[in-house]
């Protein structure tokens, strides 16, 4: 077994009842690396961490870790850690003893006890905090309580079911620096459930993206950014104006289009609205949203197309709701659709 092959999944499919939630998934995770399970509720990315944390029976298939298939191996005896959303914190209890509760269950010796617990209350910046009450603590510095008390149990695996959906914005921010930080200082595979691009792009080191139980693309958060395979990742991850090809044009509510220079055999292509054109170019639309976001301004334009999304600098003219004005999707900068559907 590689470290490549470090957790793998084969031919999983999981249900509940008669109902398929994930069909025959296959997945392989490296040590030591954070992966993020992303996509739309009901997509079947908490289903699968579920079964990987010995939570749910597959229907078929297996789960290995680390050279061993424990498909049918019980959630404690995994050595498989799971952060649950809402912390699970208890709050009689110190962060000192909320940490080391799962240690004192495995009748852990007193000294090596005490040394996991305050290097894992260390590890997350809250050694002053040891002797106070989750209540007496913030949303964020009770997500590091429940971060540290998975962390002492030195699981193969960390799981970690929407770990920033508790949070504000600002906290937010400053937990995805943590957990990675974390992360990186301690090796442990993680894998983590979210519905937030952000969140996925800032943190991971690959992406996979889930749709309707099945994979619907692996890769890098550039690759997922910059180069989506199918106009659902496109949507996704911010492309809004999406276009199916047939012949090499642009299908649309009226007619097929023809677009200016040679066109890839694909699918579908796509554009952000910052790859739109605008002022120049062939087409024509109409001014029917405008808005102000700091750096840029975002327009909505009418057109024989669709709506079209474009941004543009802010230090720009602006455009009055509408005005006429022309413009571009250059094929050049488009992203290119393997499918469509």
């Excluded at 890098?220 to 199918?230: L, M």
């Excluded at 012949?247 to 292509?269: F, H, M, N, Q």
């Amino acid at each position: 077994m590689s470290d490549a092959n470090f957790l793998t999944l084969e031919n999983l499919t999981l249900a509940y009842g008669d109902t398929v939630a994930v069909k025959d998934l296959n997945l392989t995770i490296g040590k030591g690396e954070l992966v993020a399970f992303l996509g739309p509720s009901g997509c079947g990315k908490t289903t699968t961490m579920r079964a990987i944390a010995g939570l749910l029976s597959p229907a078929s298939g297996h789960v290995k870790l680390d050279g061993a298939d424990i498909t049918r191996v019980s959630a404690n005896k995994r050595n498989v850690g799971l952060m649950f959303q809402s912390y699970a914190l208890f709050p009689h209890l110190s962060v000192y003893e909320n940490v080391a509760f799962g240690l004192r269950l495995k009748k852990t010796p007193a000294a090596e006890l005490d040394k996991r617990v305050k290097a894992g209350i260390t590890s997350v910046g809250l050694t002053d905090y040891a002797d106070r009450k989750p209540g007496e603590l913030s949303g964020g510095q009770q997500q590091r309580v429940a971060l540290a008390r998975s962390m002492v149990m030195e699981p193969k695996v960390l799981l970690l079911d929407e770990p920033l959906s508790n949070l504000d914005a600002r906290l937010r921010l400053d937990m995805r620096s943590e957990l990675q930080r974390v992360q990186k200082e301690t090796g442990v595979t993680m894998i983590f459930v979210t519905h937030d691009q952000g969140e996925a792009l800032s943190l991971a080191d690959r992406i996979v993206v889930m749709k309707r139980g099945a994979i619907e693309q692996i890769g890098s958060p550039e690759d997922i950014y910059n180069r989506p395979t199918s106009a659902f990742v496109a949507d996704f991850v911010g492309f809004e104006n999406i276009f199916e090809l047939s012949d090499g044009r642009l299908k649309t509510p009226k007619g097929p289009v023809e677009l200016s220079g040679p066109v890839p055999i694909a699918a579908g292509l796509a554009w952000r609205p910052r790859m739109v054109t605008l002022g120049s170019g062939p087409f024509q639309g109409t001014v029917r949203g405008a808005s102000f976001a700091g750096n840029s301004r975002e327009y909505l334009l009418d057109t024989p197309l669709g709506p079209i999304k474009a941004e543009v600098d802010a230090a720009l003219p602006s455009h009055e709701l509408g005005a006429e004005l022309a413009f571009d999707l250059p094929v050049g900068a488009a992203a290119q659709l393997r499918t469509f559907g």
